[in-house]
T-cell receptor, first 115, second 114 residues
């Protein structure tokens, strides 16, 4: 089954404790992206990757890091989480190197709470 | 950056009725996509309509695009309780490193009452 998986699905952590949210897709997609969703603000892009070893900032990259060492994986790293990073996070992937040319497939989401 | 603005923000209808949601954007686009999100879940792609298309259908969904008015609409016919969700439009323009980018609006929250 074609899918995007994220882990963990739920995470409660404390300020400053480094964490990684994993994202994996099995569709051989070049393009991958991370979004956060907050009430009243909609979905905002954090980082994206057009291919292996090619990553770039989205609209709200501060406090986040990503890497793309393999085509299928695109982990999101919070080196020192803060309460304002409490949010619902989505990973997505798409055919081709463009984020808008084809449909995006979304993961189920990771609900992160930073206390 | 280019962002779709959905209207209305919330819509409540009875099962069997049609639901129409609108999206407006500001600059020229390459295509426009519609997504659905059930509460707290991942977004699901519904329809992609290209800038040279005026109308597209998928089952009970009908999307129109008017590039002269910079607007799109999503019509769900004969709605069902299972259609209860938030609906997002995402116009795309080429600017992200030469690539294209989806920028999501805040969505229309549709409630279909049984």
């Amino acid at each position: 089954e074609a899918q995007v998986t994220q882990n963990p699905r739920y995470l409660i952590t404390v300020t400053g404790k480094k964490l990684t949210v994993t994202c994996s897709q099995n569709m051989n997609h070049e393009y991958m992206s991370w979004y956060r969703q907050d009430p009243g603000l909609g979905l905002r892009q954090i980082y994206y990757s057009m291919n292996v070893e090619v990553t770039d900032k989205g609209d709200v990259p501060e406090g986040y890091k990503v890497s793309r060492k393999e085509k299928r994986n695109f982990p999101l790293i919070l080196e020192s989480p803060s309460p304002n990073q409490t949010s619902l996070y989505f990973c997505a992937s798409s055919l081709g190197t463009s984020g808008g040319l084809y449909e995006q497939y979304f993961g189920p989401g990771t609900r992160l709470t930073v206390t | 950056s280019q962002q779709g603005e959905e209207d209305p923000q919330a819509l409540s209808i009875q099962e069997g009725e049609n639901a129409t949601m609108n999206c407006s954007y500001k600059t020229s686009i390459n295509n426009l996509q519609w997504y659905r999100q059930n509460s707290g879940r991942g977004l699901v792609h519904l329809i992609l309509i290209r800038s040279n298309e005026r109308e597209k259908h998928s089952g009970r969904l009908r999307v129109t695009l008017d590039t002269s008015k910079k607007s799109s609409s999503l019509l769900i016919t004969a709605s069902r309780a299972a259609d209860t969700a938030s609906y997002f439009c995402a116009p795309t323009t080429a600017f992200q490193g030469g690539s294209e980018k989806l920028v999501f609006g805040k969505g229309t929250k549709l409630t279909v009452n049984p």
